[in-house]
């Protein structure tokens, strides 16, 4: 068995000469084709121009569109980008927030950046917000047995939240109300308008309960344990020995949550696919769980998660041929990418056979990013987000019994961020009978 079966990892499509080759979208603006295309806006237009590097403009501003592995590469590895300005503050303020290690560069970013480290990809921590997970997943599991069925999606947000407070050490939040919080800043940072601006204005309300939190922390009214997330970050000290301002802090603090509660959406994509593909369910409701991280892997290349990232050019960049000028933007097909043919033969068929792997520093298959993580804008997640669905599977297939009834579980993918349009309902939901919750099936 091999990983990329049919694949000439060195083989890149032919670049043009110079940055007038380009080509060029002929549209005045793309804005309302990327609303209809969603996920497969990049791609479209990149198909249609017969070019993995194509000139469009959105929102009146001239962008250039690129996929393909190469430029994962430039935009996870090369020196003069910055996020800074590269997302529209709608998405910005729901997602990420000013202030946070997404928004720094250079020796600053790198510092900030492994404070997550330590913290994302430590595995005794890891192994504990499973162990947490686990728990707040069988705390759920007679509600819903009583309940009769539930929306998949929206219950593993509320245990998910209920489990990373516990283990980064952020006690007394009123945890309905976070989960609502949470998951609309995922759900509604691809949207306009009002729904937009309702999110934005929980999660004012959500930082400032965290700053609170954090001025509790330093001045000894809370005190976490010294291994919790809260504790490393309300005493994080930046390159000038100062602490975080306590703004930034609570930014940074909901940037660890957030994520954490995002991996809902994988977890919901993996049960979509467990339902579909009956020899996976059925080898894995067998105890044979050692695949488990090759089907988690291979739900995370096909589900629609992030469609897209961006940078902005500090200075001249020459790429590939290219002179991208200073200010130029950029936009990264990360779906389309891990959709491509030319490196994931049959790419809509769901083949876990596959062996991918996030540590395998594949620049094709960068469903959260590319590159190194410890010194680009690449996600430090990636361990906990395996770890979680790996979980999520063997929870599913070894401790429950459930149905799936009728429903719609098509998947729109000019929703951003895309879900099965009913949430995936499940019902008749029991413990798996001669079980025992001992975490092996």
């Known amino acids: 068995m091999t990983t990329h079966e049919g694949r000439d990892r060195t083989e890149e499509p032919p670049m043009a000469a110079g940055p007038q080759d380009i080509p060029r979208d002929p549209r005045l603006d793309a804005s309302m084709a990327l609303m209809s295309e969603g996920y497969r806006f990049v791609s479209n237009l990149c198909d249609r121009m017969d070019s993995d590097v194509v000139t469009t403009r959105l929102r009146l501003r001239e962008v250039i569109c690129l996929r393909g592995g190469a430029a994962a590469r430039l935009l996870y590895g090369a020196e003069g980008l910055t996020r800074v300005g590269a997302m529209p503050s709608t998405v910005l303020h729901l997602l990420q927030d000013k202030g946070s290690v997404q928004q720094l560069e250079g020796p600053a970013h790198r510092h900030r950046k492994a404070l997550f480290l330590s913290i994302c990809m430590d595995p005794a921590r890891v192994e504990a917000l499973v162990a947490e997970v686990r728990r707040a997943w069988r705390e759920r599991l007679p509600a819903w047995e009583a309940e009769g069925q539930i929306v998949l999606q929206q219950e593993v947000a509320r245990l998910l939240t209920r489990a990373a407070c516990r283990w980064a050490g952020v006690a007394h939040q009123p945890e309905t109300q976070l989960a609502r919080e949470i998951f609309d800043m995922i759900d509604k940072a691809g949207s306009i308008g009002p729904r937009n601006w ?218 951003m961020p895309a879900q099965p349009r009913s949430g995936m309902i499940l019902s008749a939901i029991r413990r798996r009978s001669g079980t025992e919750p001992s975490g092996d099936c």
């Not at 000894?220 to 975080?244: Q, S």
């Not at 690449?378 to 361990?383: D, F, Y």
């Not at 979680?388 to 401790?399: H, S, T």
Request: charged share 25%; aromatic share 8%; with cysteine.
């Open 198 to 415: 309702l999110a934005q204005m929980r999660r004012a309300g959500t930082e400032k309960r965290l700053r609170n939190l954090v001025e509790q922390v330093r001045a000894g009214e809370v005190v976490p344990e010294a291994a919790t997330a809260l504790h490393a970050i309300a005493f994080h000290r930046e390159e000038d020995g100062a602490l975080l301002d306590p703004s930034v802090a609570a930014v940074e603090l909901l940037n660890l949550l957030r994520p954490i509660v995002a991996v809902g959406r994988y977890i919901t994509f993996a049960a979509l696919a467990l339902h579909r593909e009956t020899t996976w369910r059925e080898l894995f409701r067998s105890g044979n769980l050692e695949l488990a991280g090759d089907f988690a892997e291979e739900v995370r290349r096909a589900s629609p998660f992030f469609p897209f990232t961006a940078a902005v050019t500090t200075r001249p960049v020459a790429w590939e041929g290219h002179e991208f000028p200073e200010g130029q933007w950029l936009l990264l097909d990360l779906y389309g990418t891990t959709h491509d043919p030319r490196h994931f033969p049959e790419p809509t068929r769901f083949r876990a056979e596959r062996m991918l792997s996030w540590t395998g520093q594949d620049d094709a298959f960068i469903p959260q990013g590319a590159g190194d993580v410890a010194r680009t804008h690449r996600c430090p997640g990636e361990m906990i987000t395996v770890e979680l669905m790996k979980e999520a599977i063997r929870l599913f297939c070894c401790e429950m019994e459930y149905e799936v009834p009728a429903q719609d579980l098509g998947v729109r993918l000019n929703r």
